[in-house]
């Protein structure tokens, strides 16, 4: 019977995981609950018995963590499979996102062959308001707003519209001025250094049960 994956848990599994040792299992379960992270869940309590629920609680014994070490040795290639193809749609979102970024400057383009100084400015007045108007809430947000028990709810407020001005707006004008290649860059780098990481583990892994073998009488 598959078992379903706690969205809450996720977020813990991964940094338990990297505990141990598990970097590849590690990062297929950093991130939102998707339909790859489930079957890589039923995977492994098909093939081990193991709820991956579990780590997050660190209820497993050192039994199960070996068996999820050599799960994670017996199926990289699965693994592995699975993170370049996660890498792959989030660098395909970036170009997307890049090309729509293209589009908004090509637009930008015609405007400042208008006649109207209005067209020709709007997007640097705009750009510069909202980023005074961000810096100035985060001012009254660290320096002046008053937190205390009372007004917890809207405490929780400041911290939603702070995440959507920081996350959002500023970080889109940002990479509309300046761009954002480092991330793409950083993604290619990342899947080397997984590819490095396995082939290193792997030969430890038959090191150890060449070790093994030769160990019995």
Excluded: C
Excluded at 59 to 71: A, G, H, V
Aim: glycine residues 6%; without cysteine.
């Amino acid at each position: 019977m598959p078992i379903p994956l706690i969205a809450a848990a996720v977020s813990a599994i991964a940094p338990q995981l990297a505990q141990k040792g598990l970097d590849l299992l590690s990062g297929v379960f950093r991130g939102a609950v998707n339909k790859g992270t489930s079957e890589i869940a039923n995977l492994i309590q098909e093939k081990t018995g193991i709820d991956i629920n579990d780590v997050a609680d660190n209820k497993l014994t050192e039994t199960q963590w070996s068996q999820l070490k050599q799960f994670e040795f017996e199926y990289q290639g699965k693994l592995l499979a699975y993170r370049q193809q996660s890498d792959a749609n989030q660098l395909e979102y970036e170009r997307i996102a890049a090309a729509d970024r293209a589009s908004a400057r090509h637009m930008q383009e015609a405007a400042i062959g208008s006649s109207d100084p209005w067209v020709r400015r709007f997007i640097y007045i705009y750009a510069s308001v909202l980023t005074l108007l961000t810096f100035i809430f985060i001012f009254w947000a660290a320096f002046v707003h008053q937190y205390t028990a009372e007004n917890k709810d809207a405490s929780r407020v400041i911290d939603t519209v702070l995440g959507f001005l920081l996350g959002v707006s500023l970080s889109a004008i940002i990479q509309y001025f300046f761009g954002s290649s480092a991330g793409s860059k950083a993604k290619d780098e990342k899947i080397g250094q997984l590819g490095d990481a396995i082939r290193a583990q792997s030969v430890a892994m038959m090191a150890e049960q060449d070790g093994d073998q030769g160990a019995k009488p």
